[in-house]
């Protein structure tokens, strides 16, 4: 009978546990690895190292959508939706800038933003395949948790090359 009691009272708090743990990974934070040298020296900046960054992303700015400038997010790539990277924004919805890499002016559409890696050299970004919708960002990346030699808040550093407005 104590067996019995203790199997069912485990196996329900491990059933909770998940639960739990699971919404709070959809709907407020999780954690990521960040693989390969895109975002170097960002993240992973040894690329003789064996570990990956892990990130902290956080999903609050999904409920209006709201980014700012350098801020980077985790999204579905638009041309294969099982892939996800991790990018910058250079450019907001409505804003005209212009390109590092051909040096053309681009207006982004309402709805998408404009994403480069930190490493040029070894990026597919907007400058491949554009525009990035909004509504394919999964989150912002707050901070590094892994490893603990780098633990800490990642910085907002990037500003990007706008035109005004008209």
Not at 13 to 26: P, Q
């Amino acid at each position: 009978m104590g067996t019995r009691n203790f199997v069912w009272n485990f196996t329900k708090k491990f059933v909770t546990f998940g639960l739990i743990t699971v919404t709070v990974s959809d709907r407020y934070v999780t954690v990521v690895p960040v693989r390969g040298g895109s975002m170097s020296p960002t993240f992973n900046p040894k690329s003789d190292s064996f570990t990956d960054d892990y990130v902290l992303v956080e999903k609050f700015c999904l409920q209006k959508y709201k980014f700012s400038h350098g801020d980077i997010v985790i999204f579905r790539s638009p041309s294969n939706y099982k892939e996800t990277h991790i990018k910058r924004i250079i450019a907001l919805p409505g804003e005209w800038f212009v390109s590092r890499h051909d040096q053309d002016v681009h207006k982004i559409p309402e709805g998408h933003c404009w994403v480069e890696g930190d490493n040029a050299a070894s990026s597919t970004d907007s400058k491949s395949y554009g525009p990035v919708p909004l509504g394919l960002v999964r989150g912002r990346v707050t901070h590094v948790v892994w490893p603990p030699q780098r633990i800490g808040a990642v910085k907002n550093t990037n500003t990007p090359d706008k035109l005004p407005s008209s």
